[in-house]
């Protein structure tokens, strides 16, 4: 079926039904909308049917970093610590849009890259509309955020979460950035402590190396969980 869009408090909402009854949903920050894209290359490693919801559009660092942190890749990063706003947004505007249109789901996923992957592992410490979490090459050095995850409950238990990075992700002169393979090895080994399905996958290259297929890798496993 053909996506359908809408524009709500500026940021572009996609929805990709896929016609069956009581789908999975999955929701997706996207930095630039590449939801066929990302459907096309789940369909190629034999996903299940699901039904996919877009957002983008978006400040992106503004509105997926958890607390206001100081900048780590440009002068100005712009991590204002949004994502409670915008978590309130998705509950509030994106789901009653999105599932008017495909129908309740069997239950709903956050998935991203980056970022968005950093938000997908936060959303279900502050939101209980979220059953699976996806983070494909994330965000985790973000400043105090592994700590927070270790030492903070869910809202809601993740049913699995799914964790990767690129192999060449922490081979960086940036200070911040070279903790990326440390920090995601150390939020698996706390999500596995805690009797969470939970699979940590390294990809060949680096950070911008294959992003649609690491997140559709992510989404598949996360269906089949």
């Not at 359908?4 to 909308?33: F, H, L, Q, T, W």
């Not at 998935?111 to 090459?137: E, N, R, W």
């Not at 903790?179 to 706390?190: A, F, K, V």
């Amino acid at each position: 079926m053909k996506p359908v869009r809408k524009s709500i408090d500026d940021r572009k909402i996609s929805v990709y039904p896929c016609g069956a009854e009581n789908a999975p949903v999955v929701y997706s920050a996207m930095y630039a909308e590449n939801g066929k894209a990302l459907l096309d290359c789940c369909k190629t490693l034999g996903c299940p049917d699901f039904d996919l919801v877009t957002i983008s559009e978006l400040d992106w660092n503004a509105d997926l970093s958890p607390w206001a942190a100081p900048s780590v890749v440009t002068d100005n990063d712009g991590f204002a610590g949004n994502a409670g706003g915008f978590t309130d947004f998705i509950r509030e505007s994106v789901i009653p849009y999105a599932e008017s249109i495909t129908g309740a789901p069997s239950n709903r996923i956050i998935a991203g890259y980056s970022m968005a992957g950093l938000y997908a592992l936060y959303a279900p410490y502050i939101t209980d509309i979220f059953s699976k979490s996806v983070c494909a090459s994330g965000s985790v050095w973000y400043e105090g955020f592994v700590d927070f995850a270790e030492n903070n409950q869910f809202l809601r238990r993740p049913d699995c979460i799914y964790l990767s990075i690129g192999d060449m992700e922490s081979r960086t002169k940036n200070p911040v950035l070279s903790q990326t393979e440390r920090c995601m090895d150390r939020l698996y080994h706390s999500y596995s402590q805690l009797g969470i399905p939970t699979i940590f996958e390294m990809n060949k290259g680096n950070h911008y190396k294959n992003a649609v297929l690491r997140l559709a890798k992510g989404i598949v496993w996360g269906l089949k969980s």
